[in-house]
């Protein structure tokens, strides 16, 4: 990782560091909240900007997953209308964060549960789940991973 000090502000904060890792060219911005108190915070600059589609069965647009920092990932997902994802489990504790459209999620075996916009659900480490997209637009979700979400981390149970 190259790191380097800089001087430029943003929102009345001062930039004072910038960290790019050469391996996926992942850029961070470390921040100055307040100069006096020097609290500092990261932002994460994703060069990552494409949805890809995964073998999950739905479109994903990583927006931040990073070995350094390997504490948490946020993806972007997208299920269009009347899809459904495949059986899977992942050995990290997941979040779906549900910011549009309509769903009906499945874990493990109890019953399905339908979720909506503003709906946070919390998934379990190994818990097998899917997710049916039952309304007429795009089933559009944040998944938050931790630690991170690796591909080592996920397992298709059907196939």
């Known amino acids: 990782m190259r790191q380097s000090v800089i001087g430029p502000h943003i929102d ?3 930039v004072i560091a910038e960290s790019t890792c050469r391996s996926n060219s992942i850029r961070y911005l470390i921040l100055t909240s307040d100069r ?3 609290v500092t915070r990261m932002i994460f600059k994703n060069p990552n900007t494409q949805e ?6 739905l479109f994903v647009k990583e927006l931040m997953n990073s070995p350094e920092n390997d504490r948490v990932s946020v993806a972007r997902c997208r299920l269009p209308a009347g899809k459904q994802t495949r ?3 992942l050995t990290v504790t997941e979040w779906y964060l549900i910011l549009e459209g309509q769903g009906r999620l499945e ?3 109890a ?5 909506s916009a503003d709906d946070c659900v919390e998934i379990a480490p190994g818990e097998s789940q899917r997710i049916k997209n039952i309304g007429d637009t795009d089933l559009i979700f944040q998944s938050v991973c931790m630690p991170r979400f690796t591909p080592q981390s996920f397992s ?4």
């Open 12 to 14: 009345d904060r001062q």
């Open 156 to 159: 298709l149970l059907e196939t």
């Open 87 to 89: 059986w899977h489990s």
């Open 107 to 109: 874990l493990g075996s």
């Open 111 to 115: 019953p399905p549960i339908q979720v």
């Open 52 to 57: 890809y589609w995964f073998e999950e069965g």
């Open 36 to 38: 006096q108190a020097n």
